[in-house]
């Protein structure tokens, strides 16, 4: 892998001209307790279960102690949450009757996984015996348990923009689902010039396409571990907010199949071709510089090993000359950048 500054012009990020924590290289802390609250609160009240004519619901939240950080470290986003949670809920039987209890989340903290949360469901006191403390137990302590995930992923994404500073002529942090014809001013310069190798003699100059022209290509594998799940970092490449987080840049993306993206301020755009979540992600994928309509085939697999998530990608189909800068550009603009956005 080339050195900063040494890479292929079209994956190299400006400097920044200020001297205010130049390359994020200071710690810089944004308190999001706040915001924290009043998100919990929103995805948690009113959440809602139902099974066998009956239903239970949340009515309030009670009790929402701790705090929420996010800090930037030499690039890096380190995220801290700590949340004890108490809510009220009411259940109503399939003939009517009303039973009220409680539910409490004892240690929603970034040293937490999901799937580690300790979440107490209990009825009310005098309150007689009903199944809808067993529906509670079940299906409402899952129910719950995603709509926690969802903060920590927006925690993650929308709460963190602006964390890490942008370059001297790009906006403090990316604006939500541009157009394509609103890109904002350029952090990642892709040269002008295609290689030689990449393009044979083709139409007569001034034709203004190269479509129809067969070109010499290429085939590449790379391979990479994530300190997370195969469903977060899933998430990661087809969700636009944390696209435009670990690109700093502006970006659209359609995360389904047959959706387009396009990132890195328009210089990299394509289109999902097969989407199986937690497993796989196929794409078309092609540079702004190559030949006109000319994608190369890209998969992801993911897998699940222990705490981690193993990556392989396989590409197919990249312009002969073009391997090197288009593997230096996914270990260090993708990959490197994701794990030093979010911890993974």
């Known amino acids: 892998m080339a050195k900063w500054g040494e890479g292929d012009p079209r994956w190299i990020v400006e400097e920044r001209s200020d001297a205010t924590n130049v390359n994020n290289w200071h710690w810089t802390e944004r308190d999001v307790t706040a915001w924290s609250t009043d998100k919990l609160t929103e995805l948690l009240v009113g959440c809602r279960v139902e099974g066998d004519g009956a239903s239970c619901r949340l009515t309030d939240v009670t009790k929402l102690e701790g705090e929420a950080s996010i800090n930037n470290r030499k690039g890096k986003l380190i995220f801290f949450y700590e949340w004890v949670i108490k809510a009220s809920w009411m259940g109503t039987t399939a003939i009517g009757i009303k039973y009220k209890g409680t539910l409490e989340v004892a240690n929603l903290s970034d040293e937490n996984d999901m799937d580690d949360l300790d979440i107490s469901v209990s009825l009310c006191k005098d309150e007689p015996v009903t199944p809808l403390l067993g529906l509670m137990r079940k299906e409402g302590v899952e129910r719950v348990r995603k709509a926690l995930g969802e903060y920590v992923t927006l925690l993650k994404s929308a709460s963190s923009h602006g964390m890490i500073l942008p370059t001297a002529s790009g906006p403090s942090q990316p604006p939500p689902a541009p157009t394509p014809k609103q890109v904002t001013t350029s952090r990642t310069q892709i040269s002008t010039s295609v290689p030689a190798k990449a393009v044979p003699q083709g139409p007569q100059q001034g034709s203004g396409s190269t479509a129809g022209v067969r070109i ?115 270990r260090r603009y993708y990959f490197k950048a994701i794990k030093q956005t979010f911890g993974y």
């Open 216 to 330: 010499s290509t290429c085939s590449f594998s790379l391979k990479e571990t994530f300190i997370t799940s195969p469903d977060e970092l899933y998430r990661t490449f087809i969700n636009q907010e944390f696209v435009q987080v670990f690109t700093l840049s502006a970006a659209q993306v359609d995360g389904c199949r047959g959706g387009k993206f396009q990132m890195l301020d328009g210089n990299v755009n394509g289109e999902f071709s097969e989407l199986i979540p937690e497993e796989k992600i196929v794409m078309r994928w092609r540079f702004k510089t190559w030949p006109s309509e000319h994608y190369a085939s890209i998969t992801l697999r993911l897998k699940g090993v222990g705490d981690e998530t193993e990556l392989r990608l396989d590409c197919k189909g990249v312009p002969s000359g073009e391997e090197e800068r288009t593997k230096e550009g996914w």
